[in-house]
T-cell receptor, first 109, second 115 residues
Framework: KNEVEQSPQNLTAQEGEFITINCSYS?????LHWLQQHPGGGIVSLFM?????KKHGRLIATINIQEKHSSLHITASHPRDSAVYIC???????????WGAGTKLIIKP | EAGVTQFPSHSVIEKGQTVTLRCDPI?????LYWYRRVMGKEIKFLLH????????ESGMPNNRFLAERTGGTYSTLKVQPAELEDSGVYFC?????????????FGPGTRLLVL
């Protein structure tokens, strides 16, 4: 079992829908990252969280340290949001990034 | 400002050959990371440089992999000899830590296929 679990693995939704992607982890962390990987392969960092909530445009990321859980929300989803969304945690013991398997999101027009 | 660049974008080699991947971090970034995603699995950490020093190389799979960062600028990752299971996408990232904040900027990756 991976130390970082994401759900769902795949998600297809219609344009405009509210999207939630979940991430649970089992190790002690100093930070949690949400990243986006587009079909071309490039990875972009979206958020880095150590507590609470962050918002950037239509993207919202939350983290509950006690429950070891984070969510990434997309409001008013658009086809250009189609990508793989990856959760990665920075281990508090060795400071390495431990990666989730990613959630493949497809937004249909 | 130029982002993280990686070369080549794709490499197809035969088992037993040698391949060298290159990463040019963002200018001024002391931290440089190598990651790998093999088919169907999660991205895995390989190693971390701070300037020219290897801070953490615990993720390197075996001694067929050699990473260098001479002069603390660009880095190379050499695989010699390559095996079939080395196929995957190799990502490089760089960062500059400011206080407790660190954002890693990723390169586009090198897709390696070992036949």
């Amino acid at each position: 079992k991976n130390e970082v679990e994401q759900s769902p693995q795949n998600l297809t939704a219609q344009e405009g829908e509210f999207i939630t992607i979940n991430c649970s982890y089992s190790v002690g962390i100093s930070a949690l990252h949400w990243l986006q990987q587009h079909p071309g392969g490039g990875i972009v960092s979206l958020f880095m969280l150590s507590s609470g909530k962050k918002k950037h445009g239509r993207l919202i990321a939350t983290i509950n340290i006690q429950e070891k859980h984070s969510s990434l929300h997309i409001t008013a989803s658009h086809p250009r949001d189609s990508a793989v969304y990856i959760c990665a945690v920075r281990s508090s013991s060795n400071y390495q990034l431990i990666w989730g398997a990613g959630t493949k999101l497809i937004i249909k027009p | 400002e130029a982002g993280v660049t990686q070369f080549p974008s794709h490499s197809v080699i035969e088992k037993g050959q040698t391949v060298t991947l290159r990463c040019d971090p963002i200018s001024g970034h002391d931290n440089l990371y190598w990651y790998r995603r093999v088919m169907g699995k999660e991205i895995k950490f390989l190693l971390h440089f701070v300037k020219e020093s290897k801070q953490d190389e615990s993720g390197m799979p075996n001694n067929r992999f050699l990473a260098e960062r001479t002069g603390g600028t660009y880095s190379t990752l050499k695989v010699q000899p390559a095996e079939l299971e080395d196929s995957g996408v190799y990502f490089c990232a760089s960062s500059q830590v400011r206080g407790t904040q660190e954002t890693q900027y990723f390169g586009p990756g090198t897709r390696l296929l070992v036949l």
